[in-house]
């Protein structure tokens, strides 16, 4: 069985979080982004949350009042951090960090293919001698 450690951070408005696995052949999800409990109220229209992974920026999602809190299964096998624009207003990012499934490589080789024995046909029926 895999194990994992649950983890949780804040981020303040106009700062960044820098996460990262613990080791190469670690990922970290995002289960779950919320605002603070009193920051409903204080919750700009739309409040988007930002990710910035190699100078590459995305939005994995947006808050509101009306949907103060998304769940998502976001797989990150690289350092990265997390962020948003809204001074004063904290949100909440949960999720685990985990071993990575081992992967097998099942490829055939030129050298398996030559090695397949021919099946000879001439010996066999055809369909209008099998009636």
Not at 47 to 53: K, N, T
Request: glycine fraction near 4%; aromatic fraction near 10%.
């Amino acid at each position: 069985m895999q194990s994992s450690k649950l983890w949780e951070a804040r981020i303040s408005g106009g700062e960044s979080v820098h996460l990262y696995p613990d080791k190469d052949d670690e990922y970290i999800q995002i289960s779950s982004v919320a605002l603070g409990s009193p920051a409903a109220v204080r919750c700009p229209r739309f409040l988007p949350i930002r990710l910035c992974v190699d100078d590459n920026k995305f939005v994995i999602g947006t808050l509101t009042r009306r949907s103060p809190q998304i769940f998502m299964q976001l797989k990150i096998a690289t350092q990265f951090k997390l962020f948003h624009e809204y001074k004063g207003l904290d949100v909440y990012v949960r999720g685990h960090s985990a071993k990575m499934a081992v992967v097998r490589d099942y490829h055939h080789s030129e050298s398996e293919d030559e090695e397949t024995p021919e099946i000879d046909f001439e010996d066999e029926e055809t369909p209008s001698e099998m009636v």
